[in-house]
């Protein structure tokens, strides 16, 4: 029986085995798929931004268990694709080599971190689970702190994620209990551009204004951080802020595996595929998510987006169960885009289409941004067949 291995438990690689095993399964065809991540849950990145993040993850075992798909626990740390294996150590340091027939390289992006002088100090992100919920019980005991303390958050990074954490901050600071602090907080939304959002470009943007002053964050563009010292953040205009929390939210960059087999890639780090979603230069591996750079339609690449990385996982996961089952592939594609940024309290914006075409604001957006991260993002769990419907194409 052939072997696909799936590496990654996020959307792309989750949605990679649940496509494999629909292809296999509706071609009546023997395919052995195992999903090797770092841990057992599908963690939902695009919620970390939100209160209690600890919720924010749904475990693969009621995901896999009933379509066949083995999961694996370890840290793939090398793959050598001539001898078609990957090695992985888990949790109590033991190494596995993992031998495959294809495989679905799908291990997702870390954060891209600013150059930062840091002495005596720290910062947090929302970048991954641990982090998020790390950062979560710091503020919970910045909240606990006596009341005349003036509390001060400074975030780095005014792109997407930067915007919705800065919009959502002063409810989290006051769901920790401290409301009159949380009343008096400062935060601190900081880029080196010009604008917030730009790559969210002019429509969005003067929505996203109105809410970040709705939320009294204080945006300070033009300002590039270069050093942190104990709670001072130093300024390249030589001003400094006194603050106990700084949140770097300054972009993603692709899984350092992407580099380890000496290809050239984007500047972002991430594989070239083809419209199999084959990886250029390499033989029997696939990737999809945010460590591939694929087309989506003739002159759109792949954006760093769940909205990408289920579609792509899906067509991975099919194409390499199809060439290992002597199948025809079928080419990806997603003409469709859209864009939904939370603006907490305000509410949200949502646009359409690659020019950002606002559609809609307020709480009709905000109740669109809700669907999406209580629904659509959420695979279905412990019914087969509902699974395998999930991984169809189209
Ligand atoms: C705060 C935040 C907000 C976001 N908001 C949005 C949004 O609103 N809309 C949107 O579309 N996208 C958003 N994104 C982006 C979105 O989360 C990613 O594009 C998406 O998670 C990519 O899916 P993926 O499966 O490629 O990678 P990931 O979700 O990163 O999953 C990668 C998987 O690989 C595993 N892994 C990593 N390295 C290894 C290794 N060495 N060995 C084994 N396993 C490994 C990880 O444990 C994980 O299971 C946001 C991201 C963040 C961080």
């Known amino acids: 029986m052939p072997n696909l291995l799936i590496i990654g438990g996020g959307y792309a690689g989750l949605w990679a085995a649940m496509a494999a095993a629909r292809r296999a399964d509706e071609n009546g065809s023997e395919l052995h798929i195992r999903l090797l991540s770092k841990d057992a849950y599908l963690t939902h990145r695009p919620r970390l931004y939100e209160r209690n993040p600890q919720d924010m993850r749904t475990p693969l075992g009621p995901v896999l268990e009933p379509i066949g798909v083995d999961l694996a626990l370890g840290e793939v740390t090398a793959i050598e694709p001539a001898a078609r294996t990957a090695r992985a150590t888990d949790a109590e340091g033991n190494s596995t080599e993992y031998i495959y027939d294809g495989l679905v390289l799908a291990a997702g992006s870390i954060l891209r971190p600013p150059p930062l002088d840091i002495v005596d100090g720290r910062t947090w992100s929302v970048d991954d689970y641990q982090s998020a919920v790390a950062l979560d019980q710091h503020l919970q005991a910045r909240m606990a702190e006596p009341a005349e303390d003036a509390e001060t958050v400074v975030i780095i990074g005014a792109g997407f994620t930067g915007i919705e954490l800065a919009a959502e901050m002063r409810t989290r600071l006051a769901a920790h209990g401290g409301t009159a602090r949380a009343e008096k907080a400062r935060v601190i939304l900081l880029d080196a551009a010009a604008t917030v959002s730009e790559d969210l470009g002019p429509g969005p943007r003067?929505?996203?204004?109105?809410?970040?002053?709705a939320?009294?964050?204080?945006?300070?563009?033009?300002?590039?951080?270069r050093r942190i010292k104990g709670d001072q953040v130093m300024l390249d205009d030589g001003g400094r802020i006194t603050c106990q929390t700084v949140i770097v939210t300054t972009g993603a960059q692709a899984n350092p595996l992407a580099a380890g087999f000496g290809l050239a890639t984007d500047p972002a780090g991430r594989l070239f595929v083809d419209e199999f979603l084959r990886v250029k230069g390499?033989?029997?591996?696939?990737?999809?998510?945010?460590?591939?750079?694929?087309?989506?339609?003739?002159?759109?690449?792949?954006?760093?987006?769940?909205?990408?990385?289920m579609p792509m996982g899906k067509a991975a996961g099919y194409n390499a169960a199809s060439d290992l089952l002597d199948l025809p592939p079928l080419p990806y594609q997603q003409t469709r885009y859209v864009t939904c940024l939370d603006l907490g309290p305000w509410g949200a914006v949502f646009s359409n289409g690659w020019e950002r075409q606002v559609e809609m604001i307020?709480?009709?957006?905000?109740?669109?941004?809700?669907?999406?991260?209580?629904?659509?993002?959420?695979?279905?769990?412990k019914d087969r067949a509902a699974i395998l419907e999930a991984g169809a194409l189209g």
């Open 206 to 213: 003067p929505h996203i204004l109105e809410a970040l002053q």
């Open 215 to 225: 939320a009294r964050v204080e945006v300070r563009l033009n300002t590039t951080v």
């Open 282 to 309: 390499l033989a029997n591996i696939h990737a999809a998510g945010d460590i591939a750079h694929a087309m989506t339609d003739d002159s759109h690449a792949s954006l760093m987006s769940c909205q990408h990385a």
């Open 362 to 381: 307020k709480d009709e957006a905000k109740a669109r941004k809700q669907f999406v991260m209580t629904q659509v993002i959420y695979p279905p769990t």
